[in-house]
C-alpha cells in the first residue's frame, strides 16, 4: 500500500475535527464563565498540527486510490477521529479519565449515544457543542464529508465505496456512488437545518433547538439535559423530533429525490422505506395497547405520545428518551429491544442490520419455501421492483449471521465481565447497533457509568465494529496478516 496517500487523506480528515473543534471553542469564547475554551482551542491547535504534518511534509503523488488503500484510510480516519476527540473530554477532566475521554469520543463519532456522564448539565457550553459535534459528523461519515470537500472523483468513489456499504448503494439507483454521497450530505444539512428551525419555533432555546436537532439527524441521541428530551415536557417538540429521527432512518438517496428533486413519490415507491414505516407503526400500536393494559399510561394520548417517541427513538438507533423504558411491561421492552436489532434503511445516519438486510433475507426464505414445494418455479427475489441477484442476497445472510455472532461473542464477554444477563446481552445489540440505551443497568434514563474500564474498552470496540458495518475492519485485519 502506499502510505503517503494515505497519511495524507488522515490529516484532511485530523483537519475537518480541528475545525470543528475550533468552531465549539469560538462558542465557548462567546459564552461568559465558559472554562471550556482554553481545552478546545489547544485540542484543536494540537490537532491540526498533527493533520498538516503530512501535508506539508509527505508527498502524496498522482497515484489513484485502490480499494485496499481506500479501506485503509476510512478504518484508521475512524480511529484517528476518535483518538484526537477524546483531548477536551481529556483536558477538561473531572469526570473524564482516560478510559471515559476516549468513551465518550467514540460513543459520539459512532452515533451510539451511550455516556459515562452523570451530570452532563454541568459540562461547559463548549464542551457540550463538541460532544454534540461527534456525533453529527459521525452521522454522515467522516471520510464521506471530507472526500466530498477535498479528493477528485476517482478517489470520492473509493472512499466512498469503502465507507458506505454495497447495501446502501443498491438501494438507491440515482448513479455512481459519489453522486450517492454528494446527495446524502446534501440531505442531511438541510434536514439538520429543517429540523432546527422547526425546534425553534416550539419555544426551545436556540442553543437546546440546535444541539438536539445536530442528535436527532445524526441518530446519535447525545442531550445537553440529563433526563434526555424529558426535560422539555414539550409534545410539539417531540413529534418535530420524531419526525427527523424517522426521516433520518430512511435512505437519504430517496429523500434527495423526494423533497430536493421534488419527487416525493419516490418514498412510496421505495418497498424497502414502506415496509419500515409499517413495522414501526404496528411496534407503536403494541406497546400503545400494552401500556394501557399494565396502566403505565393514564390515557390513550399518554400512550400513544410515549410509545411513538420512543419506538422512533429505538428503531432509528437515536436512542433520546422521554420516558424510562425499564419499567415498562416485558412485551413493550420485547419489541423495543427487536426495533434495536433490526433499525432503519441503509443510507441513513442509522445503526443496525438495516430494514434492507432483512427483507432481502425474509424474501429469500420465502423463495425457498416455495422452491421446496414447486422445484421448477422461476422466482428471483425483487426489491423495488428490480431482480437482486444471488451475491446480493448471499451478502445478506452473511453480515446478518456475522452481526449476530459479534452480539454473542460482546454479550458472553460482558456477562463475564460482572453484568447480569439483562444488561449485558442489551448493551452489546445497544453498541453494535449504536443504539445507546439497552434495559437494566444501561436503560434509556441510565449511563455506562458503572461499567468497569475493561467493559467500556470492548463497548467501544463493539461500536466501531457496528458502525464500520464488520467487514471494512476484517478486511484490514486480512491485508495485514497477508503481508
Request: charged share 15%; proline share 3%; glycine share 8%.
Amino acid at each position: 500500500m502506499n502510505w503517503n496517500i494515505i497519511t495524507w487523506h488522515l490529516g484532511i480528515s485530523l483537519l475537518l475535527v480541528a475545525a470543528l473543534m475550533t468552531l465549539a471553542g469560538l462558542i465557548a469564547c462567546f459564552t461568559p464563565g465558559d472554562d471550556s475554551r482554553a481545552v478546545l482551542l489547544f485540542s484543536a491547535i494540537l490537532t491540526a498540527c498533527v493533520g498538516f504534518f503530512p501535508l506539508i511534509f509527505v508527498r502524496k503523488g498522482q497515484q489513484r486510490l485502490s480499494f485496499r488503500e481506500g479501506n485503509t484510510i476510512v478504518v484508521f480516519a475512524w480511529l484517528a477521529a476518535c483518538f484526537f476527540g477524546m483531548l477536551p473530554f481529556l483536558f477538561y477532566g473531572k469526570e473524564f479519565t482516560p478510559v471515559n475521554a476516549l468513551f465518550e469520543s467514540v460513543s459520539g463519532f459512532t452515533t451510539t449515544g451511550a455516556s459515562i456522564l452523570n451530570d452532563i448539565e454541568a459540562l461547559p457550553r463548549g464542551l457540550q457543542f463538541w460532544r454534540i459535534s461527534t456525533a453529527w459528523v459521525g452521522g454522515i461519515g467522516i471520510v464521506t464529508l471530507f472526500s466530498m470537500m477535498m479528493s477528485g472523483d476517482h478517489d470520492k468513489m473509493t472512499l466512498s465505496r469503502a465507507e458506505i456499504s454495497l447495501v446502501a448503494r443498491n438501494a438507491f439507483s440515482g448513479g455512481r456512488t459519489v453522486t450517492f454521497a454528494r446527495r446524502m450530505l446534501i440531505t442531511y444539512i438541510t434536514l439538520t437545518l429543517v429540523t432546527f428551525c422547526s425546534l425553534m419555533l416550539t419555544g426551545l432555546d436556540w442553543f437546546d433547538a440546535i444541539t438536539d436537532a445536530m442528535s436527532a439527524c445524526s441518530t446519535c441521541g447525545f442531550c445537553i439535559r440529563d433526563t434526555s428530551i424529558a426535560f422539555y415536557d414539550n409534545p410539539a417538540a417531540e413529534i418535530i423530533l420524531t419526525l427527523a429521527m424517522l426521516a433520518s432512518g430512511i435512505n437519504f438517496g430517496v429523500l434527495f429525490l423526494a423533497f430536493i428533486n421534488r419527487r416525493p413519490d419516490r418514498i412510496w415507491k421505495s418497498e424497502t422505506i414502506k415496509v419500515f414505516l409499517c413495522a414501526v407503526m404496528l411496534a407503536i400500536v403494541i406497546v400503545t395497547i400494552d401500556l394501557l393494559a399494565h396502566g403505565h399510561s393514564p390515557s390513550l394520548g399518554a400512550a400513544l405520545r410515549d410509545a411513538s417517541f420512543q419506538v422512533a427513538s429505538i428503531s432509528t438507533t437515536t436512542g433520546f428518551a422521554t420516558q424510562d423504558t425499564t419499567l415498562w411491561p416485558p412485551l413493550s421492552m420485547a419489541v423495543l429491544l427487536l426495533c434495536s436489532l433490526v433499525c432503519g434503511c441503509s443510507g441513513s445516519t442509522s445503526g443496525g442490520i438495516k430494514m434492507d438486510r432483512v427483507l432481502l433475507a425474509v424474501k429469500e426464505v420465502h423463495r425457498k419455501v416455495l422452491l421446496t414445494v414447486s422445484p421448477n418455479l422461476i422466482r428471483p427475489v425483487r426489491v423495488d421492483g428490480r431482480v437482486r441477484p444471488d451475491e446480493h442476497v448471499n451478502d445478506a445472510f452473511i453480515y446478518i449471521f456475522s452481526y449476530l455472532m459479534v452480539v454473542v461473542l460482546f454479550a458472553a464477554v460482558n456477562i463475564t465481565g460482572g453484568l447480569d444477563f439483562t444488561t449485558g446481552v442489551t448493551a452489546s445489540i445497544a453498541c453494535i447497533g449504536n443504539v445507546g440505551p439497552g434495559f437494566g443497568e444501561v436503560g434509556s434514563i441510565s449511563n455506562y457509568a458503572g461499567l468497569s474500564n475493561f467493559l467500556k474498552l470492548t463497548s467501544m470496540a463493539e461500536m466501531l465494529i457496528g458502525r464500520l458495518e464488520i467487514f471494512p475492519i476484517l478486511y484490514l485485519i486480512r491485508s495485514v496478516r497477508l503481508r
